[in-house]
């Protein structure tokens, strides 16, 4: 599968982004990785909000390739597509990023508490490691989206 295998299959759509609209994303990417960290939250909405952090990541890599997803399950469309942006090199993050798509459904939907510390921890710190190397990756391939 490639992007413009989910293009025919109607999970994505064509998008120009703009300069303006990648630097908002980086904002409330920036916003969330640091809300994700306040204490007195809950566990599952710090976990929520460094997920939130991680699919605005992937939505940049998204954009930047002109596409937006389209249709239901669109934040398992957007993961699906690091891999096909990023390498085969991501398969294992992108997997990762799709089973906490699982866990925060369950916590936002289903039920509260569900969420450890541990967890929040890890996904935390691997928004943080993800959202730099989604800059470094634009500032490589698209740098006139980015602001100086």
């Known amino acids: ?12 759509r064509p998008h120009k ?5 990648i630097n908002n994303l980086i904002t409330m990417i ?12 809950s566990n599952d909405r710090k976990f929520a909000t460094a997920y939130n952090a991680v699919l ?9 390739n ?17 891999k096909y942006i990023l390498g085969k090199e991501y398969n ?4 990762y990023f799709d089973s906490c798509r699982v866990k ?14 541990k967890e929040v921890n890890e996904l ?8 730099k190397k989604v800059k470094t990756w634009v500032k490589a391939n698209y740098p006139e989206l980015l602001d100086s």
Do not use: P, W
């Open 92 to 95: 294992d993050l992108a997997e």
């Open 104 to 117: 925060r459904n369950t916590t936002d939907y289903f039920y509260a508490g569900g969420v450890a510390g």
């Open 124 to 131: 935390t710190n691997e928004a943080g490691l993800f959202f």
């Open 56 to 64: 605005g990541a992937a939505t940049i890599l998204l954009y930047c």
């Open 1 to 12: 599968m490639s992007l413009k295998g989910l293009l025919k299959q109607g999970k994505l």
């Open 17 to 21: 982004t703009s300069k303006k609209e």
């Open 66 to 82: 002109g596409y937006k997803t389209k249709g239901g399950a669109h934040h398992f469309t957007t993961f699906r597509c690091v």
């Open 30 to 41: 920036e916003r969330d990785i640091k809300d994700s960290k306040v204490k007195g939250l």
